[in-house]
């Protein structure tokens, strides 16, 4: 279970945002909007088992209805509709939906023309898609079939290449119904495979079958949709390209915040100590509307700074990396040639996408107060006129103002955040003299968060080999690793993050079929280890002083057990990356 008490979902929910994000793609939630309601109109009809209004609740249901009928010493599931239906409905106008997840509510039979919902045993439907979906309307559903496993979009067959039910409860967790008159017992593990039993899948090239189970109470349960899902992309090869038109995609209702303001631990993110989420949660917590991750390279900060945002607002945000070359002119925007001869204000990068996170990664790269203090008064709450006029023409237009804070109807010279707006930078703290520049001022705007490098140098590798290969049974007791030795020694001289250590092991496995790190190298592993530094560490270390490359020479040739012309070699390329 979560530190939270529940489950992995929203975890999951915001992996697979940021899996598609990178491919240009979107992942829906239907009916999540209502928490715990059914909008308007939409009522069941316990005696029916079904919707009130079934013309009208059918043809975009908030929830996909299903009976549980309980039978001597078991549970059966039924599908009311009796054939193919609409599961729900969505927002494919954009042509950007890879994902869909459906709320399904079992309604458990107690007698004859007697159904009971009880909504702590809702079970949820994942669809993944090899690419967009057709384009279609801005709530266009899903029709599909439990009995074959197919699924239509528009009147037409939809492939499908992953799918699941999504366990949200704990599977002994138990309600208890009245069954024509007498008490009974029943679990939710029960009723999920019950549900799983009923429901066929079949994902593109698979004949139909019960639709997986995934226990989202367990992590490992997540870990494996994960997987189910990498695997199932990769496997199906290049996504097909977008066909439809293009339209714009800021529409504000895909943003799905959370329930409440808690970032949670990105169990994919190895090596983060917690008091860096504890910190994250506590600047958000206390008003810190923006934050400012800092630490040494190859921490996680850019990957941390995507998790928040995704965390907090679903699949929309933007991400732009820093620049010596940036002025306030790419980030708030300034006059440009708009043709004809002619000059206008064109929004910057953050003006443009006001409504949704802005993250900055590496902002040491600019000149932060001169690029982003002009937002300085905005920061500070307050609205600041920018020196741009509506019409550059007609000295007395108004000029561009930035509003602090969200407005239902903005005119047109003024620019209003969204209420999911706000900045999430990165600053590698190598850098400090960026990392100081920033005004003391501006900088009180930020919630400052450290993420440092693991101070457990073997547990970190460990980790990683586990998480990389479940099979392995870890290493023997009092086991040494060499890598983290030197990795140790490093940080003593320029701390250096995961990211380029995970880089190392993979080179070492690319070049030694048998690595074993943890184990007094071998003659062939400790040619690997030299080529995993020269290719991987060495570049991170250019500017070290002599007396730090000599340091580390030795701390190598102690770490991998380096002889005769393998200590020669090292010292020459510490040196080489020396002032």
């Known amino acids: ?27 829906s939630q239907c009916g999540f909007k209502n928490r715990g309601g059914l909008g308007a109109r939409h009522e ?8 009130k209004e079934p013309n009208y609740s059918a043809s975009k249901p908030p929830r996909w209805l299903y009976h549980v009928i309980p039978e001597p010493g078991t549970l059966r599931a039924e599908n009311p509709a009796g054939g193919a239906s609409n599961l729900g409905a969505i927002n494919t106008a954009q042509e950007d939906k890879a994902g869909v997840v459906f709320r399904v509510t079992p309604l458990i039979q107690q007698g004859a023309g007697d159904f009971t919902q009880n909504d702590d045993f809702e079970v949820h439907a994942l669809f993944v898609f090899h690419g967009a979906t057709p384009q279609g309307s801005s709530s266009e559903p899903f029709n599909f079939d439990p009995a074959t496993g197919q699924m239509r979009f528009k009147r037409q067959p939809l492939d499908y290449i992953g799918c699941g039910l999504l366990g949200l409860e704990p599977r002994s967790t138990q309600i208890t119904i009245t069954e024509n008159g007498s008490t009974r017992t029943i679990s939710y593990g029960e009723v999920i495979d019950a549900l799983s039993a009923d429901i066929k899948s079949a994902p593109a090239g698979n004949a139909a079958a019960p639709m997986p189970v995934f226990d989202f109470t367990q992590q490992t349960e997540m870990d494996r949709l994960k997987k189910m899902v990498v695997d199932a ?14 339209v714009d995609s800021d529409d504000e209702d895909e943003i799905t915040p959370p329930t409440q303001l808690e970032i949670p631990q990105n169990t994919d993110l190895l090596g983060i100590d917690p008091t860096v989420y504890r910190q994250i949660n506590a600047a958000l917590k206390s008003g810190k509307q923006h934050i400012m991750l800092y630490g040494p390279p190859g921490t996680g900060k850019t990957t941390l700074a995507r998790w928040i945002a995704a965390s907090l607002t679903g699949g929309k945000w933007t991400l732009v ?19 004809d001869g002619g000059v206008a204000f064109i929004p910057g990068v953050l003006l443009r996408r006001f409504d949704r996170p802005l993250i900055i990664d590496e902002l040491n790269r600019c000149d932060i107060d001169k690029v982003i203090g002009p937002l300085f008064t905005v920061l500070s709450g307050q609205q600041t006129t920018l020196p741009y006029r509506l019409n550059i023409e007609d000295k007395d237009s108004p000029q561009y103002v930035i509003l602090p804070e969200s407005k239902a109807s903005t005119n047109e010279h003024e620019f209003a955040p969204g209420t999911h707006w706000r900045l999430v930078a990165t600053i590698n703290s190598i850098d400090n003299a960026a990392l100081y520049q920033m005004s003391y001022a501006l900088s009180r705007r930020f919630g400052w968060v450290y993420v440092d490098a693991p ?3 073997a547990g970190f590798i460990e980790a990683y080999l586990r998480k990389a290969d479940p099979t392995w049974r870890g290493p023997p007791v009092g086991a040494p690793c060499p890598l983290a030795k030197f990795w140790t020694a490093i940080n003593k001289v320029r701390v250096l993050g995961p990211a380029p250590i995970i880089d190392a092991i993979k080179a070492v496995q690319a070049l030694e079929d048998s690595a074993d790190f943890f184990a007094t190298s071998s003659p062939t592993m400790r040619e690997a280890l030299l080529d995993a530094v020269d290719m991987v560490l060495l570049p991170m270390l250019d500017g070290i002083v002599v007396q730090d490359a000599d340091i580390l020479a030795d701390a190598a040739i102690d770490a991998f057990g380096l002889v005769s012309d393998e200590q020669q070699r090292i010292r020459r390329r510490m040196m ?3 002032l």
């Open 1 to 27: 279970m979560t530190a939270s008490g529940s489950n992995f979902e929203s975890e999951f929910f915001t992996w697979f945002r940021i899996f598609l994000k990178d491919k240009e793609l979107q992942f």
């Open 44 to 51: 069941i009809d316990l005696g029916a088992g079904y919707w």
């Open 233 to 246: 992309w990769q496997a199906a090869g290049p996504a097909q390209p977008k066909t439809g038109t293009q």
């Open 321 to 339: 990396t820093g620049s010596s070359d940036w002025s306030s002119q790419d980030i708030i925007g300034g006059y440009q040639p708009v043709g």
């Open 455 to 457: 101070r457990d140098t």
């Open 576 to 578: 080489a990356v020396a």
